[in-house]
């Protein structure tokens, strides 16, 4: 039946109100930019660099995401750098899920990955996939990442197959760092070169859909990321990775020990500058000079009155 609205617009067909419509603008804003698998793909076919860094904190996720990083990885490297133990080992999935959703509050753009703690994947596919579904539901990943390579390919498949994303790491693995003898280059001869071949090729097939390469010869690391259709992230790896990885803290100096990588650039001394502040509050609040007039909060003279004439 034809409508007879004399030229006037159904109620259906009328525009919507503009904050409704600024409202879905917005949404669909935020969507479209936020870094997921799919874009991460779309860097490397573009040859676009991935930036990654680590964060373990509300505000630090935010000055991450604020300043563009693709990536914002929530490293079981929070035992070393936070937690003040001496290796990754003594992290728990407690702890992990703790930062990570700290860190998911902050994240609008960045994509947020979660490091699978020690043990926490190791003994079953169950396990793995519990273990994932915990830092996914409880700590607001949207992936997660495990290390090693085609013995953990099993794993890799359960947790694609129930619809979690997973970023391998293979190369210098910091959870085997005791069998592995130290913190040592991998893949600097032949035999273990074929190896991290071997590995790389396992977790793509398994469905990884990135993978970190830490602490590998440059040429391999090369060799690796030509060979694979995943986007690599080097750590120690050399410039020819699709992305780059470092621990904020080490980049920014406000570790408290003296080592540093060989592999991590200085971008800022904030541990001095940090220290010199610490300093300066201690001398101002023994010498009197903190807090001065303008940083307290006045009574008016009436009222002070009163209170004086109340007290006596």
Known sequence: MPCRSHGKRLRSERPKPRRLRDFWKGLNKVAAERVNTAYLARMKREGRRITMLTAYDYPTAGMLDRAGIDVILVGDSVGNVVLGYESTIPVTLDDMVHHARAVSRAAQRAMVVADLPFMTY???????????????????????????????????????????????????????????????????????????????????????????????????????????????????????????????????????????????KKYADLGAEVAQALASFREEVAGGQFPAPEHGFAMPEEELEKLKKGRN
């Open 122 to 264: 190791h003994l079953s596919t169950r396990d793995a996939l519990a273990s994932a579904g915990r830092l996914m539901q409880q700590g607001r990943a949207q992936a997660v990442k495990l290390e090693g390579g085609r013995e953990v390919t099993e794993q890799i498949r359960m947790m694609v197959r129930s619809g979690i994303p997973v970023m391998a790491h293979i190369g210098l693995t910091p959870q085997s760092v005791y069998q592995l003898g130290g913190y040592r280059v991998q893949g600097k001869e032949a035999e273990a070169a074929f190896k991290l071949l071997d590995d790389a090729h396992a977790v793509q097939e398994a469905g990884a859909f990135a993978m970190v390469l830490e602490c590998v010869p440059a040429p391999l690391a090369r060799m690796i990321t030509e060979e694979l259709h995943i986007p690599t992230i080097g750590i120690g790896a050399g410039p020819h990775c699709d992305g780059q990885v470092l621990v904020t803290h080490d980049m920014l100096s406000l570790g408290i020990g003296e080592f540093t990588p060989r592999f991590v």
